[in-house]
């Protein structure tokens, strides 16, 4: 089984230390500080000033920085000062190719991850080349901007979501989590939209705000009984002599216990719901 990533991703602008601070502490499994959308051009170099004291001192669960993308103006020095900060790795934006990766990788002399979001028709095309890239940790998609590119809306995004999800498990990466869900005022649409990504193959959600956690966490999570049952078949495969058997009236094989043990893994390490 591949690394078991965060389920909950929590992006908080970086030209607001007191926003970041509060991020921190959210309970969100990870934290992205964005660099990227959330800053004003004028504001960036400010910003990444600013993250030298507010990200001094290592956190407690994994945090990232969203650079700029690798060709724009602000790229490079973003990735000069992410590489001083004692953080997990980079969200590499708008990524076109393992080239973009690659070069990012460099700049950072491999000691941090790099993630790299797919926001364009051509790198949903080249999805597996960069996930297959060794300097690559996770691929995600960006939908608003491929959305923007493409016209695709809403369900129209789905091959495109299944790609990434396929491209990254292909390449031995970990599930991707889903993109954002921008509507605050709509937890149910995000309940909604996070079922609908677990059916996909997602693995956890980014977020934009800290009240959408716990929706996530409860739809991505397994429950109780799940995580019970998924001990029970973990426990039965490996006493059992043959590779396949049945257990309470259900066929279960090698596939089956993969599941189960990602199941047992996730309530593990993150907890269950009722």
């Not at 393992?98 to 002399?109: D, I, K, V, Y």
């Not at 509507?183 to 977020?207: I, K, M, Q, V, Y």
Request: proline residues 7%; contains cysteine; hydrophobic residues 45%.
């Amino acid at each position: 089984m591949t690394e078991l990533p965060p389920l909950t991703w929590l992006y908080v602008p970086a030209d607001r230390p007191d926003r970041v601070v509060k991020a921190l502490a959210s309970g969100a499994h990870a934290v992205i500080v964005d660099l990227e959308d959330a800053v004003a051009p004028g504001a960036k170099a400010g910003a990444r000033d600013e993250l030298r004291h507010v990200l001094a001192e290592p956190a407690e669960q994994p945090v990232y920085i969203r650079v700029n993308p690798y060709d724009s103006p602000w790229g490079k020095p973003d990735l000069e000062a992410a590489a001083q900060l004692p953080v997990r790795g980079v969200i590499l934006p708008k990524t076109r190719s393992a080239t973009e990766a690659e070069a990012a990788a460099r700049m950072l002399e491999d000691r941090l991850r790099v993630i790299c979001l797919i926001e364009t028709a051509l790198g949903v095309e080249r999805a597996y080349e960069i996930a297959s890239d060794n300097r690559v940790h996770g691929i995600a998609l960006g939908e608003a901007d491929l959305s923007g590119q493409t016209g695709a809306r809403e369900t129209g995004l789905d091959w495109a979501r299944s790609r990434i999800v396929n491209a990254a498990v292909a390449a031995g990466l970990p599930r991707p989590p889903q993109s954002v869900y921008t509507n605050l005022a709509d937890p149910e649409g995000l309940a909604r939209s996070c079922a609908h990504g677990r059916e996909l193959g997602f693995l956890g959600r980014t977020a934009i705000h800290p009240r959408q956690l716990p929706v996530i966490e409860q739809a991505y999570l397994p429950t109780e009984r799940e995580a019970a049952h998924a001990r029970e078949v973990v426990a039965a495969f490996a006493s059992h002599e043959r590779g396949a058997f049945a257990l309470d009236g259900a066929f279960v094989d090698a596939a089956i216990v993969v599941a189960a043990e990602q199941t047992v893994a996730l309530a593990e390490r993150y907890g269950t719901t009722a």
